[in-house]
């Protein structure tokens, strides 16, 4: 079995990331809002970055929260894209 593989770039970085499909999840872009000092949590899930970037841009940042967008891959680990804060 082999796994496609997409390439984006954020910010002059590239990423590498395999295309989730309805029926199989592989990585996952989640948009996630916290407050203050508190954790942060995962709203919003997208399986194109383009749709997550959409999303993380939208948001309006203010009054003590922030926001940041994530990809996190099937096999566990996650890697920190964007974060804003007021």
Request: proline share 3%.
């Amino acid at each position: 079995m082999t796994t496609d593989t997409a390439t984006v770039t954020i910010n002059d970085t590239e990423y590498t990331y395999a295309p989730s499909t309805p029926d199989v999840m592989r990585d996952l872009w989640s948009v996630e809002i916290g407050k203050g000092r508190s954790a942060y949590r995962s709203t919003y899930g997208y399986c194109t970055p383009a749709r997550a970037l959409f999303h993380f841009n939208g948001i309006n940042v203010g009054n003590g929260f922030k926001v940041r967008l994530m990809l996190r891959r099937a096999d566990g680990s996650s890697t920190l894209i964007a974060r804003r804060a007021s």
